[in-house]
């Protein structure tokens, strides 16, 4: 490993890049902050969508995850594992918040 002082030999270059490294780091710091936060909203908007479609599952007409449900309607809701209306609702919950709704 090369030693610290093999890189700084100019004082303010040092300083330059401790500069820039602390720049980085807040930036990836509030990158993963917002990351974490659109998350967590979208596991909760999933959550309330999950539920709406599991206390109408079985009417049709009422059901948001009986319209988009694979095959074109012909497997009915209240047949999907809950992981799969699930992610159903986070990626409908996802779709919604980062494009115009």
Do not use: N
């Not at 090369?2 to 500069?19: K, S, T, Y």
């Not at 319209?67 to 047949?79: C, E, F, H, K």
């Amino acid at each position: 490993m090369v030693p610290a002082r093999f890189w700084c030999q100019r004082g303010d270059l040092c300083g330059e890049a401790a500069a820039f490294v602390s720049m980085l780091a807040a930036f990836c710091a509030g990158l993963l902050y917002q990351v974490i936060t659109m998350a967590f909203c979208a596991h909760l908007l999933a959550c309330v969508l999950y539920g709406v479609a599991d206390c109408v599952a079985g009417d049709p007409t009422s059901c948001w995850l009986e319209a988009y449900s694979p095959g074109g309607g012909l497997v009915m809701a209240r047949d999907f594992d809950p992981l799969d209306k699930y992610l159903a609702s986070l990626y409908f919950a996802f779709s919604t918040m980062t494009t115009v709704g």
